[in-house]
């Protein structure tokens, strides 16, 4: 059957019968031109044909690129389009015509359109579930599109974004051909794809051949990184494989990004490349790039006041998390068919910024509204995993505003007025949350401190969040975000504490009024916290501070592998460099002989 293909393949080229072998594709759709991509296996004079009505009114002659396999990449460029109008177009090859096909070309900026687009990731084909990307495109994107809007394809959804690693080998034609253009064709023919540079594209040329992405970037590295503006949001596209992790970028980053603050078109700015800086399925492929770039972004974010958001792949998995001080996103819009980075199959860690990941192949969604009164709403859609199957069902949600009403600035309830709590433990208490503008309680930041006119350096700087779906399960399931329970203060302290509140959009009140309290005199009960510990522990000692103890860790073997000599209450702190990994009796004695004995666990 090979040995056919190839004949027959050979025998086209030599007699010249081209036939295409990618269905032409949108790129770089702006209001007033178009670039339209194709191949076919003979290299001969091609031609767009385009115009608003049947039969078509224009042509043009398109240029050719032929690549390493003999077959030939074409590209047109059609002009002086009219913004917000519906064009239909064809390529045609020697005898062979594509069919008609579709596009609407973008309002102008200043006509504030709303805009949808979808952001997905690493579908580069898993052989053992070889068609998971074609079942995104047309039973996943399109199928959402078609049911839960009133207009077409074309009315409904402006761009598709993604981060990187569309095909599993860069240098393998084959893979482009049948795993990614033919796949995605049933919407890459209608609606402008715009991705980046994963690893697995391995720098390829036809990655720089298929896709004509905005030649703003760096001299000497256009199309690495990029943006384009669509209405009232800006996309910026990077690269975060190794060898362009270089000051040039960040460089270049900055300038775009100082360009923008002033912008008073631009509303939102959305980054892509492909490299996680926090990743929770798969944190071995963490970046410390991506954290550079996150950084620019919060730091634009706080000048400008306009939020932001990050895209990225290279875990296959979803996740959603946002900044503590800053109103930036970071997403994970992967799987789209690569092989799923399932829980326990690796090393994995739950970073605090994360509000939820998930194992499973998906797609997300961004609904931008432009005008008055700016916002987008991001979604995330699943398809299940290859063990359950789900149908296009929402996962996560979550809207940004770009002129919020912050939550009412709390008030402390407990302790206050120097109240005297115990050491051993006790609750930190607010009013009430409200939001005029109802987006719900988001957050909350707890702070403590001994010092009464700064918290630069608090001992107490806890930020809970109101979900953290992690390995299936929610951390923080019934969690109070108006109290919180402290454990770890010292005996006869004076102590001033402090909190604010989040709400889900991202918008944090101004803090409270600073509150005093004291605690007891001593501790009331024998406490190891926290346990079990990740870092250190604190060994809570329920004596006056003029006793006198020797502390005796041993291991699980009896033997005893530290010994504390003259310790003092309140507390004797237990380093984990001390200790390896495993459970340990901690054992207190004084000069009568045992006092106490108890367990730690040390992850």
């Not at 040995?3 to 030599?14: G, P, R």
């Not at 391995?202 to 256009?222: A, E, H, I, Q, V």
């Not at 040039?248 to 360009?259: A, F």
């Not at 709390?410 to 006790?426: E, T």
Request: with cysteine; proline share 4%; glycine share 6%.
């Amino acid at each position: 059957m090979k040995l056919l293909l190839t004949f027959i393949f050979l025998f086209q080229i030599y007699f010249g019968t081209a036939q295409q072998i990618i269905q032409p594709f949108l790129q770089n759709l702006s209001s007033n031109k178009a670039t339209i991509v194709w191949e076919a296996n003979a290299c001969d004079s091609s031609v767009l044909e385009w115009g608003e009505s049947l039969p078509l009114s224009y042509s043009i002659l398109a240029s050719s690129i032929q690549s390493s396999t003999n077959s030939c990449i074409y590209s047109a460029t059609i002009e002086n389009l009219i913004s917000n109008t519906v064009y239909n177009y064809k390529a045609i090859n020697g005898s062979y015509s594509s069919k008609i096909l579709s596009f609407l070309t973008p309002s102008i900026s200043l006509a504030e359109k709303s805009t949808r687009l979808i952001a997905i990731s690493d579908m580069q084909k898993d052989n053992s579930h070889p068609d998971v990307f074609q079942n995104i495109i047309d039973n996943g994107i399109i199928s959402h599109i078609e049911t839960n809007f009133n207009g077409s394809l074309i009315h409904d959804l402006q761009m598709i974004l993604i981060p990187g690693d569309l095909v599993d080998n860069g240098n393998n034609h084959e893979e482009w051909v049948n795993d990614f253009f033919d796949a995605g064709k049933n919407l890459f023919s209608y609606v402008p794809v715009y991705p980046v540079l994963g690893n697995h594209e391995n720098n390829s040329t036809y990655f720089f051949d298929y896709f004509d992405l905005p030649k703003n970037g760096s001299s000497g590295f256009k199309e690495h990184w990029w943006f384009k503006d669509q209405s009232n949001i800006r996309i910026i596209g990077m690269d975060s494989n190794w060898d362009y992790q270089i000051p040039t970028q960040l460089e270049w980053l900055d300038s775009v990004l100082n360009s923008t603050v002033n912008d008073t078109v631009i509303d939102f700015v959305f980054a892509q490349l492909h490299h996680p800086h926090h990743s929770e399925l798969w944190p071995v492929g963490n970046t410390d790039f991506t954290g550079l770039v996150i950084n620019k972004l919060e730091d634009f974010t706080n000048l400008s006041g306009k939020p932001s958001v990050h895209f990225f792949g290279h875990t296959h998995g979803y996740s959603r998390g946002q900044s503590k001080d800053h109103r930036h996103l970071m997403v994970n819009v992967a799987s789209a068919g690569g092989n799923i980075d399932y829980w326990e199959e690796y090393f994995q860690q739950d970073f605090e910024e994360y509000s939820i990941s998930q194992d499973e192949y998906g797609f997300v969604v961004v609904e931008v509204n432009a005008g008055s009164n700016p916002y987008f709403v991001l979604k995330r859609f699943s398809l299940g995993d290859q063990y359950q199957s789900k149908n296009n069902t929402l996962e996560d949600s979550i809207c940004i505003k770009f002129n919020p009403i912050n939550p009412l600035t709390p008030i402390a309830q407990s302790p206050v007025n120097k109240n005297i709590v115990s050491p051993d433990g006790f609750l930190l208490q607010g009013s009430p949350f409200y939001d005029s503008d109802n987006d719900g309680h988001g957050a909350t930041q707890w702070q403590i401190s001994i010092d009464s006119t700064s918290f630069s350096s608090p001992i107490i700087d806890d930020w809970i969040q109101y979900q953290n779906i992690y390995k299936e399960v929610d951390l923080l399931k019934g969690n109070n975000l108006t109290e919180h329970q402290i454990n770890t203060l010292l005996p006869n302290n004076k102590y001033y504490w402090r909190f604010r509140y989040r709400d889900k959009g991202l918008n944090w009140s101004d803090w409270s009024v600073i509150e005093t309290f004291n605690t007891d005199s001593a501790y009331s009960n024998w406490n190891l916290y926290p346990n079990p510990a990740q870092d250190n522990a604190t060994l809570h000692l329920p004596y006056s501070v003029e006793n006198r103890f020797d502390v005796k860790i041993f291991n699980q073997k009896g033997e005893m592998v530290r010994n504390y000599n003259g310790v003092y209450p309140p507390v004797l702190t237990i380093e984990k460099s001390v200790l390896k990994k495993g459970n340990y009796l901690i054992s207190v004695f004084n000069e009568s002989g045992l006092v106490k004995t108890l367990k730690l666990n040390f992850l």
